[in-house]
């Protein structure tokens, strides 16, 4: 045991100084004791910071630099915004898709509406003269992937099934909207938006046959006030 | 009907408002610590941990976010115990511990639980660690029997350790709202990093009984009247006519209210008691103050004002407009809220967890007992107290470099005659 004349306290540690006057302690201490707490071990700096910096600071200049190109020799388009959606979806892809710790569920789910939304920016403000693609194509068969995507990975990790409901449930809502396209008369090729709902309804009927406590638990625990 | 390990739990009404409040330097989480008499074997603590967790669904469990709350649903993961780092409290990773809400931590002969206050207080806790500590002992070959005091593996959980008992016992018709100036902040150069500096002091149980009974206190009006005369001396005296030190001291005493009202419940289930006054004179004494808290104490434990303070935070979360507002939103509607009603209203918390009860069997194996809570930016130093058969604990917590407040709180002691011995993370070392 040490000791520290002023504050007249006893310590064992192989520290010098009395933790608190910060005089000299006296007497020595055992020397099999191991210190009572840990040493510090100074966390890794991460250098991802400096890098993530370094592409913003890039990311916001171009954007910038596009804005102001469009606006200068106006034309009636706002082509800009094209590649400034490239950008921001290539951000959020990263943020989302490789860095986030959200659930997978959630991560598919706002991809395919970013990259749908992306898409339909592409096709009607680009250069091409043929519209409609994106909705007739693209909406139906990437939200048909999605829904696929999904209840895959409920089957493969079947043991939180739970966790992933809520977003394919969302999915599956937003399947309705390329039908109701079609009865709009919007979409013109009918058949990519009709297979996309028919999954959508296969899937929704086979959680109600199947798991039909499971959603009413998931929907009470994520709705209750 | 007892509690499957695959439930959901509701956050009960003081833990809606810690994970909109919390961050890397207000962690809000507490740590209780066993110290063995022998040596940590790590993967027997791991198979002891997994085991009491099948005991205590309630803290097998992660964070979710609902439309309208926040709640805490099961976590599938598995639960892995960690090496004591040079940490105290800090915040919890969801990353490093599969979004588990409390870690359990070891080194040598330690094994300590650091908590999220959402999901319990200092009394759940405790109980957690000594069902923990059962198990290791017994997995480790001891005779050692629970003797009604540990909640074992065997046994099944029960309703009513899970219940929300703010709720049950909240009184609608007595919620006063009373409003509160800000307290005096204790001043200090902070640490950097969010690194938080820990100094224990152990006394003898009955020699500090002794001397608070024959100032006829009780030991925590003891504590915190002594405390506001530490602060006074070493932070506001000779000092008073700055601006700063006219804001009243309050010390937030948390009042463990399963001894008021018949509740059994791991969860949060305390209230406080405060200390208030604004000590811009010269000439307080020690009396003077013991006085204060004696007087504070009494008028803040009747059954009146403890259940009006519970209903106060009741009613502000029954609230229809604030229960159906959507959690995006309500989530800022909850900060505002706390900084009416928290943190920037105390100086100091000081928290007695009381006295830690072993069974005869396993005391052979267990040294001591430490408690401490994390420090931040407003409450800067904080104090827990507890006693386990004869030794008193006092761990302070800071999140300044000084320790003068340290030093002259147990100054009073020794200089009195009592034997204190320090126990020390030596933070300074770390800067
Ligand atoms: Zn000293």
Redesign the pocket.
């Known amino acids: 045991m040490k000791h520290?004349d002023?504050?007249n306290?006893t310590i064992e540690t192989k520290q010098q100084y009395?933790p608190?006057?910060?005089?000299v302690l006296s007497g020595t201490g055992d020397a099999d004791k191991m210190e009572t707490y840990p040493d510090y071990v100074s966390p890794r700096r991460m250098i991802l910071p400096t890098t993530k910096k370094v592409i913003m600071f890039v990311s916001i200049l171009s954007i910038l630099i596009l804005i102001v190109i469009n606006w200068a020799g106006f034309d009636g388009r706002y082509w800009s915004l094209i590649p400034i959606g490239g950008i921001l979806y290539f951000w959020l892809l990263v943020r989302i898709g490789v860095f986030s710790r959200r659930n997978i569920g959630f991560r598919f789910a706002s991809l395919t509406v970013l990259l749908i939304a992306f898409m339909i920016l592409i096709d009607f403000e680009g250069e091409s003269t043929v519209h409609g693609w994106s909705i007739d194509y693209m909406m139906p068969l990437l939200l048909m992937t999605c829904n696929l995507a999904i209840s895959t990975t409920i089957w493969i990790r079947l043991l939180d099934y739970r966790d992933y409901f809520l977003y394919l449930l969302v999915i599956i809502v937003f399947s309705i909207a390329p039908i109701v396209l079609v009865f709009t008369k919007v979409v013109t090729v009918t058949w990519p938006s009709i297979a996309s709902f028919g999954v959508a309804i296969a899937i929704l009927l086979f959680i109600v046959f199947f798991f039909p406590k499971s959603i009413k638990e998931e929907f009470k625990k994520r709705f209750h006030a | 009907m007892s509690v499957k390990t695959t439930d959901w739990f509701r956050l009960d009404n003081s833990g809606k408002i810690f994970p909109e409040v919390s961050n890397q330097r207000e962690t809000n989480t507490f740590r209780v610590q066993v110290a063995l008499t022998e040596e940590v074997d790590p993967d027997i603590l791991q198979m002891a941990t997994l085991g009491i967790l099948d005991r205590y669904p309630m803290f097998k469990v992660r964070m979710k976010h609902g439309f309208f709350w926040n709640y805490l649903d099961y976590n599938t993961k598995p639960f892995q115990i960690q090496k004591m780092s040079h940490e105290v409290c800090s915040a919890l990773n969801p990353r490093e511990n599969n979004c588990y809400l409390f870690k359990v931590l070891y080194r040598n002969n330690l094994i300590a639980i650091e908590m999220f206050h959402s999901l319990a207080d200092g009394g759940g806790v405790v109980m957690l660690l000594q069902s923990l500590v059962y198990e290791y002992l017994k997995l480790k070959g001891y005779d050692v029997s629970p003797d009604n005091i540990i909640k074992t593996k065997y046994e099944r959980p029960v309703e009513e350790e899970y219940e929300d008992a703010n709720s049950k016992y909240y009184n609608a018709k007595n919620r006063k709202h009373v409003p509160e100036q800000r307290a005096y902040r204790i001043k200090g150069t902070m640490l950097p990093d969010n690194l938080t500096g820990l100094i224990s002091g152990t006394m003898n149980t009955n020699e500090i009984l002794e001397l608070v009974r024959s100032k006829e206190l009780t030991m925590t009006e003891y504590f915190a009247g002594l405390m506001m005369h530490v602060i006074y001396n070493t932070q506001i005296r000779y000092r008073t006519h700055l601006k700063g030190n006219q804001a009243p001291v309050k010390i937030f005493v948390p009042v463990n209210l399963r001894k008021h009202f018949p509740s059994e419940t791991l969860r949060n289930f305390s209230n406080f008691v405060k200390t208030n006054m604004v000590m811009s004179r010269d000439d307080i004494t020690l009396e003077e103050l013991f006085d204060h808290a004696k007087q504070e104490f009494k008028n803040g434990m009747t059954k009146e004002e403890l259940i009006r303070k519970m209903s106060e935070n009741v009613a502000f979360e029954k609230n229809v407009f604030l229960r159906f507002m959507p959690y995006f939103i309500k989530r800022y509607a909850l900060k505002i809220g706390y900084n009416m009603l928290g943190m920037k209203l105390n100086t100091m918390s000081l928290t007695n967890i009381g006295k830690v009860v072993f069974p005869k069997s396993m005391e052979p194996y267990i040294f001591d007992v430490t408690a401490a809570v994390y420090s931040g930016k407003y409450n800067t130093v904080n104090c827990a107290i507890l006693s386990y058969r004869d030794k008193l604990k006092i761990s302070f917590s800071r999140s300044i470099l000084e320790t003068n407040m340290e030093?002259e709180f147990f100054r009073h002691f020794t200089d009195k005659g009592i034997d204190v011995s320090i126990e020390s993370n030596f933070v300074e070392e770390f800067v």
Not at chain 1, 20 to 23: G, K, S, T, V, Y
């Open positions: 520290c002023k504050c306290i009395c608190l006057c910060h005089q | 030093r």
